[in-house]
């Protein structure tokens, strides 16, 4: 499937959706918010301090926040039955502690399914997780390939690694960033398991939403070589990924945050998608990364 930039063009002569994104200020989440203004809609950024104003709204009620704890289901499902046309979920938990990123993601995901299914939310919900969920084979998960992680940083780029080691250090945690760097200095070195809960965590998360007939929902997971601060080509392609047939493509694959937004606003657009487990590719290597 491939979206041109005239699906903006097109947005804008529809009504305009109201659209809750959770964790708006994320790599992904601002690129949804910004590719959802840009053609149009209304968007509510949802998170514990989301920013208040928005610099590419066009006008300025077309963004709001509303402040929440996403553990809190409660406030949560309050928030999800305030009538949202579409709602995005880019939460992710914070890298500066993480040991603790495995529970705090696990724990959150559940509250916020936990909260939609309470919620009076009737249209698309769709969840952005990892690369890690994406078939390699079938019934196996790139998460549980031999010597993960470590065999699938092997198989990248330098260029990418160069990438993931900058992002992750700018993000506070130094020595996730240094055993990067280590891997491209010797990929020989010792496949040492380590506990990667920011992949597996997010694993979870598609597992607790497999099954879900109750509410509308879908559930991204990006491809391998996903970049930030990259081109809006408004280009994709998209992939469906089920335990039968994997989605290689989208595991050796990469796009920009600026296109996988482009991807998520058409979901929330049209809920094509509904109740399946998906990716997209599109051209990254536009700029620095």
């Known amino acids: 499937m491939a979206a041109t930039p005239t699906s903006t063009v097109a947005a804008l002569t529809k009504k305009p959706l109201r659209i809750g994104v959770i964790g708006p200020s994320g790599q992904c989440g601002s690129c949804v918010v910004?590719?959802?203004?840009?053609?149009?809609?209304?968007?509510?950024?949802?998170?514990?301090?989301?920013?208040?104003?928005?610099?590419?709204?066009?006008?300025?009620?077309?963004?709001?926040?509303?402040?929440?704890?996403?553990?809190?289901?409660?406030?949560?499902?309050?928030?999800?039955?305030?009538?949202?046309d579409a709602i995005v979920c880019?939460?992710?938990?914070?890298?500066?502690?993480?040991?603790?990123?495995?529970?705090?993601?696990?724990?959150?995901?559940?509250?916020?399914?936990?909260?939609?299914?309470?919620s009076t939310h009737n249209g698309p919900f769709i969840i952005v997780g990892g690369a890690g969920s994406l078939h390699v084979a079938k019934n196996l998960q790139l998460v549980d390939q031999p010597k993960f992680v470590f065999s699938w940083w092997w198989s990248w780029p330098d260029v990418h690694l160069d990438y993931l080691a900058v992002r992750i250090r700018e993000h506070g945690n130094f020595a996730f960033s240094s055993l990067i760097r280590l891997v491209q200095v010797d990929s020989r070195?010792?496949?040492?398991?380590?506990n990667f809960g920011l992949i597996t965590q997010i694993r979870?998360?598609?597992?607790?939403?497999?099954?879900?007939t109750k509410k509308s929902w879908s559930f991204l997971s990006p491809p391998g070589m996903l970049r930030d601060k990259g081109i809006r080509t408004g280009t994709y392609k998209l992939h469906i990924d089920t335990a039968d047939k994997a989605s290689t493509e989208a595991v050796a694959g990469g796009i920009?945050?600026?296109d996988m937004a482009v991807a998520i606003v058409d979901e929330a657009e049209n809920?094509?998608?509904?109740?399946?487990?998906?990716s997209c590719t599109g051209p990254i290597g536009l700029r620095k990364w």
Do not use: C
Not at 39 to 55: D, F
Not at 91 to 109: H, Q, R, W
Not at 189 to 194: E, G, H, M, N, V
Not at 271 to 278: G, I, P, Q, S
């Open 189 to 194: 070195q010792p496949a040492k398991q380590i």
């Open 34 to 84: 910004d590719e959802a203004l840009a053609r149009g809609h209304n968007v509510v950024g949802i998170s514990r301090n989301p920013p208040k104003t928005w610099k590419a709204a066009p006008r300025p009620d077309a963004y709001s926040s509303v402040s929440v704890d996403v553990r809190d289901h409660v406030k949560l499902r309050e928030v999800f039955s305030s009538n949202f």
């Open 204 to 212: 979870i998360a598609l597992t607790m939403w497999e099954g879900v």
């Open 271 to 278: 809920n094509k998608l509904a109740f399946t487990h998906w």
């Open 256 to 258: 920009y945050n600026e």
């Open 90 to 118: 880019a939460f992710a938990p914070p890298l500066s502690k993480i040991e603790d990123v495995y529970f705090i993601g696990v724990e959150a995901n559940g509250k916020i399914k936990e909260a939609l299914l309470a």
